[in-house]
């Protein structure tokens, strides 16, 4: 990942050694005290389960699934509060959830777990869209894309799978809000096994991912906590990125705490072209460009490269750059971590930096780049390379913090049948009918003084148009509209003046 | 077209215009009420309303999933200026020679595309690019294919007055316009605070507030999204799917609501035979890192515009769909792919042959027009409204509701 620019760093670094020592390599910022418990105000430490504010309320019916039937046929019949579950067997399928407030569990028996089979022919084993999803107790397998990836659902909750070899990545949700990822084991995932992309107020806690490429990334997503993971085997461990030209452009306010990150070396199989293809083997922690990460009381042992490395945009190469996306690893903070026998059989980029700063020993933690407010809480405590502008931390733990997911579910934003009404009557309605002007169907004037009234006489005609007016044609049934838009609508297209 | 025939047309059109100089202003009239979609409020503004406004999307950013909001709207202009924008748009005296419209390569009937893979302007020589569709720009922050301009006005300033386009200019824009009394009278009602001639800035104003009024957001796929799931058929379902799935990965950079992400990307697509290389993005920024890229563009009606890709290098949806399964760079001369940083989602996804169709079949769900603007019947220069037709019209002005 570092190769290419690290190694023009070096030489120009080279060509200054001699004369001026970089600062980076050269200064002692100690003395100075940076940042302090204010960066975890965000945080929600009122207690309670962790899954009090995600995934499906499980009020409603219970639909069952038997090995030979179809998974999605009961996601098809579900409504809100349902409970799909899901028994032994293996079931060959795509499941797409386009609706919200639904549980799909497995039930597992006697050691017999239900497993979805992509067979190395299907896409993904599950998609969802809707929010408060929970999906717990699958074993997953031999797809090409991902186990399960979500689409802008918020409170999501997906705990207690076994997820193996389904292709790019075996978790993946993207443009959420509060989300609960826990007690899941994912192995053989050709990019990152939980890979957490553009989302906000996340939790990924106690679970195994090994032999991955990238065993849990944080990318583009603001206020996670990544913990009590046992992240070993992996080509890199936990990576939090800013990856330039995607539509969300800030990472921060992360916290990486209590992680055992071990022993990450296996040889990178990610495809050509991707980001993670580029990260060497044995990468504990990789911070790129995200901001405000913190880092505390994980065990980080055995990673042959480097324990934690520091580095911002300019130093990644192949890496397409992004003017909109702050390049740099800012207000880094290291707080106490147990570090052992990493960088023991590191790459020569960092040989030749360890060179340069005088350093003998091992590295556990390299800095390369520009990392403004950045602090360390122990100088003295890791062999380090690139972290002398660091300043000593104002603060020593995160225990205080307990987790960054919302007290109640995001969005359930009441939308009032006025303001339905409004939406359904501009963004459908007006495409055939204004006011008082004729278009394709007669004038809101002349249906208001038909149905004065009578809004369920409206309902009742869109619902199942016949032609009435030789001068117009006929209207489109509009019965994708659910019942209650359809009442909002034309209520309040009876109220229209103008 | 010949130049010749071609400057036929344009003596024919110039007679049009003396004979008809003497249109009178009395004939025209701003509408006082908005375009489908949008509430007049008492401020006598034009706001948008659509079921998209039930949703949030992540740090407002107008991406996401099915039920995800868009991206902040432009919105708020009269209606008479959007009216007066309309007139504008559709008048061929805004070019040079009174030949052109903006119509000419953004045409109605063709999405507000003119089906061509470069658009041809007043000399009849090819341009270097396509003319992208005009539905929804109301939502869009940068503008050309590679993202030069940051509004509709600094943008529509280029085909204005670039030779090889509309061929116009300031002076005799200001002149036309201000000799002409209907819309003199237009803009005075347009512009209700403004005195004396039409200025430039009022004339761009009006224009954006037209273009911004094109809002296309109720195809099969938007009832989808809203929950009636029997909107789509199995195949298309099926091909939403492949859509989203992070093996094809188009919804990652054509992400709904608006099916962009409105980054810059890039894809590798070579250019139509003979043609250069075109740097794109990296011609046009300081970034290197985008050499070879082009805005992500809406897929909204995308199957009303062919031909595809920035210069039209695909004259069909399929053939554009699966380019993206044939490899990474695979199109590309190899000193180029040397040169060029190819975006991280175009790999080898290994997509069946039924999986293209299943995903062409799915791009058609995007196509709604219910909010199609009526092409006037008349415009105040008294030249014939839209002047030169886009290829594959067969009269100057068709698609005219009215």
């Known amino acids: 990942m570092i190769k290419t620019l ?113 067979e190395k022919t299907l896409n993904d084993a599950i998609l969802y869209s809707g929010n408060d999803i929970t999906i717990e107790n699958l074993h997953i397998q031999h797809y090409k894309g991902n186990a ?11 705990r207690n799978n076994l997820i193996i070899d389904t292709g790019v990545y075996g978790i993946f949700p993207e443009f959420g809000t509060n989300g609960l990822i826990t007690h899941n084991v994912l192995s053989e995932i050709e990019d990152a096994a939980i890979y957490v992309g553009m989302s906000d107020n996340i939790h990924v806690t106690s679970n195994e991912v090994f032999n991955n490429v990238a065993g849990i990334e944080i990318e583009n997503t603001r206020h996670s906590i ?4 046992y992240v070993h085997d992996n080509t890199g461990g936990v990576l939090i990125f800013i990856t330039p030209g995607l539509p969300i452009k800030t990472t921060y306010d992360n ?164 303001e339905m009404g409004k939406r359904a009557y501009y963004g459908i309605c007006a495409g055939c009918h204004a006011y008082n002007v004729k278009m394709i169907g007669p004038p809101t004037q002349i249906i208001q003084a038909l ?36 009442r909002a609508a034309a209520e309040y297209l009876l109220t229209v003046t103008q | 077209m010949s130049k010749r025939l071609q400057s036929n047309v344009n003596l024919a059109l110039v007679v049009v215009f003396l004979l008809s100089a003497a249109v009178a202003a009395a004939d025209f009239r701003l509408r006082d009420y908005c375009p489908p979609g949008f509430e007049l409020t008492a401020g006598n503004a034009c706001i948008l309303h659509t079921l998209y406004d039930n949703y949030d999307s992540l740090q407002n950013a107008g991406v996401g999933g099915l039920k995800s909001a868009l991206p902040p709207v432009r919105d708020g202009f009269s209606p008479q200026q959007i009216d007066l924008g309309r007139y504008l748009f559709f008048d061929p005296v805004l070019s040079g020679d009174n030949s052109m419209s903006c119509a000419s390569c953004h045409h109605p009937a063709l999405a507000f595309t003119d089906g061509r893979g470069r658009s041809i302007g007043m000399t009849g020589d090819a341009t270097r690019r396509a003319a992208p569709s005009l539905w929804n720009v109301a939502f869009l922050q940068r503008f050309f294919w590679d993202a030069r301009a940051d509004s509709l006005e600094s943008q529509m300033t280029e085909p ?60 099969r796929y938007d009832q989808y999204a809203h929950g ?30 608006l099916f962009t992400n409105q980054q810059i990307a890039v894809i590798g697509v070579q250019e139509p035979d003979g043609l250069p290389f075109d740097a794109g993005a990296g011609d046009t920024s300081d970034n290197p890192t985008w050499r070879g890229g082009f805005r992500v563009p809406s897929l909204r009606n995308v199957a009303m515009t062919p031909p595809y890709m920035h210069s039209g290098t695909f004259d069909s949806l399929r053939d554009a769909t699966e380019f993206y399964t044939l490899g990474r760079g ?30 062409v079949a799915f791009l058609g769900t995007l196509t709604d027009q219910a909010f199609l603007p009526d092409i006037p019947d008349a415009v105040p220069s008294g030249l014939r409204p839209v002047g030169t037709a886009p290829a594959g019209l067969n009269s100057l002005a068709t698609g005219n509701r009215e």
């Open chain 1, 6 to 118: 690290v190694q023009i760093v070096v030489v120009v670094a080279l060509i200054m050694l001699g004369a001026v020592i970089g600062t980076r390599y050269a200064s002692d910022n100690r003395a100075t005290v940076v940042g302090d418990n204010a960066r975890f105000a965000a945080a929600n430490n009122a207690g309670g389960a962790l899954t009090q504010s995600v995934g499906g309320s499980a009020t409603g019916r219970v639909l069952e699934v038997r090995d030979g039937e179809s998974i999605q046929a009961a996601v098809a019949e579900a409504g809100p509060g349902d409970v799909i579950r899901v028994y032994p067997g293996v079931y060959n399928e795509t499941v797409y959830i386009d609706k919200d407030d639904l549980v799909l569990g497995g039930v597992i028996q006697s050691g017999a777990w239900p497993v979805l089979d992509g």
């Open chain 1, 148 to 158: 399960i990836m979500g689409q802008a659902g918020n409170n999501f909750l997906i």
């Open chain 1, 226 to 229: 990544v913990e009590n993971n």
């Open chain 1, 255 to 418: 916290i990486v705490r209590n992680n055992f990150i071990v022993n990450n070396n296996t040889p990178n199989f990610g495809a050509e072209g991707s980001i993670v293809a580029g990260i060497p083997a044995g990468t504990g922690i990789l911070n790129m460009a995200a901001d405000r990460t913190t880092i505390e009381g994980n065990v980080i042992t055995g990673n042959k490269v480097i324990g934690i490395l520091i580095t911002d945009h300019m130093n990644a190469p192949n890496l397409t750059l992004d003017p909109e996306a702050e390049p740099n690893s800012d207000e880094i903070a290291i707080l106490n971590n147990l570090m052992w026998g990493n960088g023991g059989d590191t790459i020569a980029e960092i040989k030749a930096l360890k060179a340069l700063s005088m350093v003998d020993d091992d590295v556990d933690i390299l800095n390369v780049g520009t990392s403004t407010g950045s602090c360390i809480l122990d100088h003295d405590r890791y062999p380090t390379v690139g972290l002398g502008d660091f300043g000593t931390c104002g603060f020593t733990t995160t225990a205080d913090v307990v987790t960054y997911l919302l007290p109640e579910p995001a969005e359930r934003r009441e939308i009032t049948a006025d």
């Open chain 1, 451 to 486: 149905y004065m009234d009578d809004p369920q006489g409206i309902v009742d005609y869109i619902t199942d148009p016949v032609k009435k007016r030789d001068d117009y044609p006929e209207m489109p049934p509009q019965n994708y509209l659910s019942e209650d838009v359809r």
């Open chain 2, 160 to 219: 204005l007055y670039s030779p090889l386009e509309m061929g116009s200019n300031p002076t005799k824009l200001l002149r036309d316009l201000g000799q002409n009394d209907a819309y003199v009278g237009l803009f005075r009602q347009a512009f209700p605070a403004g005195e004396g001639p039409p200025t430039l800035d009022q004339l761009y104003t009006a224009i954006a507030a037209f273009e911004t009024s094109l809002i296309s957001l109720n195809s």
């Open chain 2, 228 to 257: 009636y799931h029997e909107a789509l058929t199995d195949d298309e379902i099926a091909g939403l799917n492949i859509f989203r799935s992070f093996v094809a990965r188009c919804a990652e950079c054509h992400t709904p609501p």
């Open chain 2, 330 to 359: 695979h199109a590309l001369p190899d000193e180029e792919k040397q040169r060029m940083i190819l975006h991280w989602h175009i790999w080898e996804p290994d997509l069946g042959s039924a999986e293209v169709d299943l995903l």
